[in-house]
């Protein structure tokens, strides 16, 4: 035990050293969460990871022995919908193993303290676990006129990230709003919304885009780390592979209507019925990528497409305002009317040069050209 | 009406006649495959069809026969004949192509009568030309780095990296169809001049496209 301790994973050597708590697994235990419950809950964030099944016991193995890390966790300007999606979760009590697994020192959502009593439960955090916790941040950041657009307690969002963020081990950046900026940043975006990557430059940040972010991704996201003692392997948008490393295009169940050429044309129509492909009616799913269609939510239950409304494209950046119109494959053209397509102002750019050419055309049928002198034969 | 020209010269060689026509007809492909995985048209009749799946293969194979075209024509400007050379295509560079261009400019016009003689390119289509290679290149990175989202982290997506930073990825569709109605507009103002260059010039311009031989009427200085 102590030496593939050593060896494999350094990494939690560090988040365990600052913890006096007991162990994953006999937290779990003492809570009554079933070994079987726990080794379930090992191989399905094994296969959230992208990771052979054979990593399963290294899973169960490392979470057992690992100290559970201190997290906080910041609302900014959000919706709390990312909470609401954690506090959901319920894939084989992921729920209660992840808040068990995690000490959550600082929720304002859903901690018991409040006022300066929460104040202080963060400041004692931050001091006491510095450089060791886990900071995840939900919402955007505002930045317009030094950030004053939000405050909590007196202090701006701003002033709070750089502070918390700053001294974590990690940021995680969940939703779309904490990791692009999402609604808040859309324009106009009248308060400055930037990214947490954006607010707080230097700092490692993990974004979790998605509205919400699926809680499945953020638990696996941290069992990476306290597994292997790292962050995860991210793309150039500095999202996991393991979750946002396909398109939704790519392993969608209604692919095979797409490649075969049969679309839902009208919302209700009997190919709606059908559950054909939603590309006609503006599904985003080619444009984005994220692991909706294997990892789902709500216990796996559903997701958009299943439920038979096409992918608006919420895990990308400036979603907001890049794939919209939802309901139609091409963005606007910018500077036209709403109700102008790129089709429509094609048509007329074609029509146009057609008309000048023709008109060109038969006023050069009509004049009488001076030849050269030389080609004039006598 | 017409007179014979005297001049018999060949001007365009076998490789810049070969791009021409091969763009013609994988620009057509691309053009009819593109707009029908824009909008497509639901022809499956059953989920073990494979319309949509071909179509995009036909996109996807003359995309990559009018890239290689398009590179072998570049490479051509640099090997082959001075008709078939890069300054060819930036006659507003020099103060004699400016000059040319204003002749030509002002027949177009109906401000002269006398249609300037051009043994080579019509400076004034070349400078179209010019244009029409910029948005070709915009199509042709556009619409790989489409392509290569299928395989994130690999070579060609790599690759095409700056592009994913300059446009967002509705951006870049929106890109890629939008440029095919300049290259529609092009093609009927191309089809057009070579006509009308045809009937005026009496040099054979269309007819050289397939031959490679223009006639003129004066000998080249």
């Known amino acids: 035990m102590g030496t593939r301790k050593d060896d494999a994973v350094d990494g939690q050597q560090e988040l365990s050293g600052h913890s006096e708590e007991y162990s994953v697994g006999e937290i779990l235990k003492k809570r009554g969460v079933s070994r079987r419950d726990f080794l379930k809950f090992c191989s399905a964030m094994t296969a959230a990871m992208s990771l052979p099944t054979a990593f399963a016991p290294t899973v169960a193995q490392a979470l057992d022995e690992v100290k559970r890390p201190t997290l906080v966790w910041l609302n900014f300007q959000d919706c709390t919908g990312d909470s609401e999606a954690l506090l959901r979760a319920a894939n084989p009590t992921v729920g209660e193993i992840i808040l068990d697994i995690l000490s959550v020192d600082y929720h304002e959502t859903i901690m018991a303290a409040a006022g300066h009593q929460a104040d202080e439960a963060l400041e004692n955090t931050i001091t006491k676990y510095k450089g060791k916790y886990i900071c995840v941040v939900e919402g955007s950041i505002s930045m317009k006129d030094g950030g004053v657009y939000g405050c909590t307690s007196g202090k701006t969002h701003l002033e709070i990230a750089r502070r918390v963020c700053g001294s974590a081990a990690a940021t995680i950046a969940i939703g779309t709003c904490a990791s692009y900026g999402g609604i808040a940043a859309a324009v106009p975006n009248p308060t400055g919304a930037a990214s947490v990557s954006e607010a707080v430059p230097g700092t490692t940040v993990i974004n979790l885009p998605g509205c919400p972010c699926n809680a499945d991704n953020l638990t696996a996201t941290i069992v990476h780390y306290l597994v292997f003692g790292k962050i995860p392997a991210m793309d150039s948008k500095g999202r996991p592979l393991f979750a946002y490393g396909k398109r939704i295009h790519d392993n969608c169940e209604r692919r095979p209507h797409f490649d075969a050429g049969q679309y839902v044309e009208h919302w209700g129509d009997d190919a709606h019925r059908k559950g054909f492909c939603l590309y006609k009616m503006g599904c985003k799913g080619p444009a984005t990528f994220h692991n909706c269609p294997t990892q789902r939510y709500n216990e796996k239950i559903s997701w958009p497409v299943a439920a038979g409304h096409g992918c608006a494209g919420c895990s990308e950046p400036q979603f907001w305002d890049t794939m919209s119109p939802l309901y139609r494959r091409l963005p606007k053209v910018p500077g036209f009317g709403i109700e102008h397509t790129a089709d429509k102002i094609g048509l007329g750019l074609v029509a146009g040069a057609g008309a000048a050419f023709a008109v060109h055309g038969a006023l050069n049928a009509l004049r009488k050209d001076k030849e050269p002198e030389e080609t004039k034969e006598g | ?221």
Request: hydrophobic share 50%; charged share 15%; glycine share 8%.
């Open chain 2, 1 to 221: 009406m017409p007179h014979q020209a005297k001049f018999k010269r060949y001007i365009w060689e076998l490789p810049v006649r070969w791009c021409h026509w091969v763009n013609v007809l994988s620009i057509t492909l691309l053009a009819v495959t593109g707009f029908f995985i824009g909008t497509p048209v639901s022809f499956g009749n059953s989920a073990s069809d494979f319309t949509m799946g071909w179509i995009r293969f036909v996109h996807f194979t003359a995309a990559y026969a009018f890239t290689v075209s398009l590179v072998s024509r570049v490479i051509w400007s640099l090997v082959g004949n001075k008709y078939a050379g890069w300054r060819e295509f930036f006659p507003f560079a020099t103060a004699a192509g400016r000059e040319k261009m204003i002749k030509m400019l002002r027949y177009y016009m109906f401000v002269d009568k006398e249609v300037p003689e051009t043994v080579g390119h019509n400076p004034l289509a070349t400078t179209a030309y010019t244009a029409l290679f910029a948005i070709y290149v915009l199509m042709i990175l556009t619409g790989f780095s489409l392509y290569a989202e299928h395989a994130p982290g690999g070579s060609m997506h790599k690759m095409l990296g700056p592009v994913y930073s300059l446009f967002s990825n509705q951006g870049m569709r929106l890109a890629h169809h939008a440029s095919m109605w300049f290259v529609f507009g092009f093609i009927i103002n191309h089809i057009y001049s070579a006509w009308l260059m045809d009937i005026k010039e009496h040099g054979s311009e269309i007819s050289s496209m397939f031959s490679g031989y223009k006639f003129t009427v004066k000998k080249e200085k």
